[in-house]
């Protein structure tokens, strides 16, 4: 867990950086980047076990973050999906995501894999707003044998749109 938090600062220290250089001129715009950590919990139905099955699950999570105004601010988040894949070991699937950050907010639709406690999402591309970005989270099960009905989650990532 160590190191995954010293990763995921070291991400955010790079993509930082960008999204706010990107941000003053993308403020003429009306566009918001930013850049968050998040911790939460959330559930997961029925509950991941050994065999594939699909599952609905639903996140809430509190962090920092920094928006197009620079300023490191509180954000919040929560999500709700389906895992289609839905193992103990693996998953994937969609999600809508809702955050706060600062006086930014975005809501998005996004894609995620999951190996083992290693979570990938990016957000799907769209087209209206413009908007992108992704993010990288550590998935860490309350129940050590299945059904896994919640969890923690611990991530950090980045968006932009305009």
Do not use: W
Not at 11 to 40: E, H, K, R
Not at 47 to 60: E, H, I, K, R, Y
Not at 81 to 109: F, M, R
Not at 116 to 134: K, L, M, Y
Request: with cysteine; proline share 6%; net charge neutral.
């Amino acid at each position: 867990m160590k190191r995954f938090i010293r990763g995921m600062a070291v991400a955010t220290a790079v993509i930082a950086p960008a999204i706010i250089s990107i941000a003053p001129s993308a403020q003429a715009a009306s566009a918001q980047a930013d850049v968050f950590t998040q911790s939460g919990s959330g559930t997961i139905s029925p509950g991941l076990n050994v065999t594939p099955a699909t599952q609905s699950f639903n996140f809430s999570g509190t962090g920092t973050g920094v928006g197009t105004g620079g300023v490191a601010s509180p954000a919040a988040c929560n999500a709700a999906g389906t895992d289609q894949l839905g193992t103990v070991a693996e998953g994937e699937g969609t999600a809508n995501i809702n955050c706060t950050i600062g006086s930014d907010s975005a809501s998005v639709s996004a894609v995620f894999v999951r190996v083992g406690t290693d979570v990938t999402v990016a957000i799907t591309p769209s087209t209206s707003p413009v908007s992108f970005g992704g993010g990288k989270c550590q998935f860490v099960p309350d129940q050590t044998t299945p059904p896994v009905t919640s969890y923690k989650l611990t991530c950090g990532g980045g968006s932009i749109s305009a």
